[in-house]
C-alpha cells in the first residue's frame, strides 16, 4: 500500500508499505478518491505542526474491503466515506449532544491516520454507507459539502433571506449551494480573479473588493438594509473586520474560515446592530446524510468543484496548484498508484 505523510516543517513523505488487517471494530476500506482542502494547506504551511507527524486527508470515498471482528452492516464492496471525528462521550458537550465540537476532539486525518492511503482501517462507528447510485468520485465531497451544511444550519437563514459569502473557494462555493437550494438569495464576494469566474460560473451574482466598495454594493444589493446572514469563509484580517459592515440589524455572522491567529473585530458595530458572532466547526452526522442527500439528487454541482483528479504521488503538485489558487478542489486517485 501507499501511504501519504506529512513530517512537519511543510514536508510530506510518499511512501510503501505492508496494509496491516481491520481490528476488532474496524472496517477496511480501499481507499478511491481523497480531496484536499483549506485545513491541509493549513497543515503544510507548520500551523498543526504540534499534531504531526500522521498520515493526512479527510475528505474521502472508497469501498469495504475487509471487516474487523465484531462488526455488522458492512458488506464487502459496499460504497462508504468517513465522518473523520473521534469524540470522548464524557465531557460536557459530548453530554449535551455536542459531540462534534467535543472538548477532548481527535481530528481523523490530523490527530490520527487519514485517508491518504490506499487501504485504511477505520473505526466503524464512523464509516457512513453511501448510496450505490453516487459514483465514489461525487461521494468524496460529502465532507466538505456537510461543512456547508452545519455552516447554513448554523445561520439559521430561511428562503427568501439574503446571505452574502466572504470566501469563493470551495466551501463559499458550497455554501452557496446549500443556500441557494433553500431559497436564500447569495452574493459571493472574493478578491481572486479566476475563483470569481468560477463563482459566476456557478450562477451566482459576486463582487471583487479591488474593484468595487463591497459596503456600498451590499447596501444597494439589499434596498439598503444589508445581509440577513454573512458567512466569513476566507479566514483572512480583512474578511472577518468587513464582516460585521454588510450584516443588518439583527444580522448574523457565521465564522468559517480557520483564524490562524486572534483578528480584529468591529465590537461597536456589533454593539449597534445588535449582530449575533456565530462559530460553526466540522459537522453533525445529520449534516452528513443531508450532504449525501444533496449530491445523489444532484444538487452539487460536482463537476464544476472538481477542478482534476491526480494519482497519490502527485499529492504534492497538488498542494502546490491549491496554494496557487489555480484549483476549486484536487481529488486524489489512491489507486492510481497501484496500477504502476
Not at 8 to 22: H, L, M, Q, T, Y
Not at 246 to 255: I, P, T
Request: proline share 5%; glycine share 10%.
Amino acid at each position: 500500500m501507499t501511504t501519504v505523510t506529512y513530517m512537519g516543517e511543510g514536508a510530506i513523505d510518499v511512501r510503501r508499505s505492508e496494509p496491516k488487517e481491520p481490528g476488532a471494530g474496524e472496517v477496511q476500506v480501499a481507499v478511491a478518491y481523497t480531496g484536499i482542502c483549506g485545513t491541509d494547506l493549513h497543515i503544510l504551511r507548520g500551523h498543526m505542526d504540534h499534531r504531526s507527524p500522521t498520515i493526512i486527508g479527510h475528505e474521502m470515498s472508497g469501498n469495504v474491503s475487509a471487516v474487523g471482528e465484531g462488526v455488522d452492516g458492512f458488506e464487502l464492496g459496499d460504497g462508504v466515506t468517513v465522518m473523520p471525528l473521534a469524540w470522548c462521550g464524557a465531557c460536557r458537550a459530548c453530554r449535551d449532544g455536542h459531540n462534534h465540537v467535543c472538548h477532548n476532539l481527535e481530528f481523523v486525518g490530523i490527530d490520527s491516520p487519514g485517508a491518504l492511503q490506499t487501504t485504511w482501517n477505520v473505526p466503524a462507528n464512523i464509516v457512513i454507507p453511501l448510496p450505490a447510485a453516487i459514483p465514489l468520485r461525487d461521494a468524496a465531497l460529502v465532507e466538505p459539502v456537510a461543512v456547508a451544511v452545519h455552516d447554513v444550519n448554523r445561520s439559521r437563514l430561511m428562503a427568501g433571506e439574503r446571505a452574502v459569502i466572504i470566501g469563493g473557494g470551495p466551501i463559499g462555493a458550497l455554501i452557496g449551494v446549500v443556500a441557494r437550494d433553500l431559497g436564500a438569495e447569495v452574493l459571493v464576494i472574493e478578491v481572486d480573479r479566476e475563483r470569481q469566474a468560477n463563482i459566476a460560473a456557478l450562477g451566482f451574482s459576486t463582487i471583487n473588493p479591488l474593484d468595487v466598495d463591497q459596503v456600498e454594493w451590499v447596501e444597494r444589493w439589499s434596498d439598503g438594509d444589508g445581509a440577513d446572514v454573512v458567512f466569513e469563509v476566507s479566514g483572512s484580517a480583512p474578511g472577518i473586520l468587513v464582516a460585521t459592515s454588510l450584516a443588518r440589524v439583527r444580522g448574523r455572522v457565521v465564522v468559517v474560515g480557520i483564524q490562524a491567529h486572534a483578528q480584529p473585530l468591529d465590537l461597536p458595530r456589533v454593539f449597534w446592530r445588535e449582530l449575533e458572532i456565530l462559530g460553526a466547526r466540522v459537522y453533525t452526522r445529520e449534516d452528513f446524510v443531508q450532504a449525501i442527500q444533496l449530491i445523489a439528487e444532484g444538487t452539487v454541482p460536482v463537476d464544476a468543484i472538481v477542478s482534476r483528479v491526480v494519482p497519490l504521488e502527485s499529492t504534492m503538485e497538488a498542494f502546490a496548484a491549491l496554494e496557487s489558487g489555480k484549483a476549486m478542489k484536487i481529488l486524489i486517485d489512491c489507486q492510481a498508484s497501484e496500477a504502476v
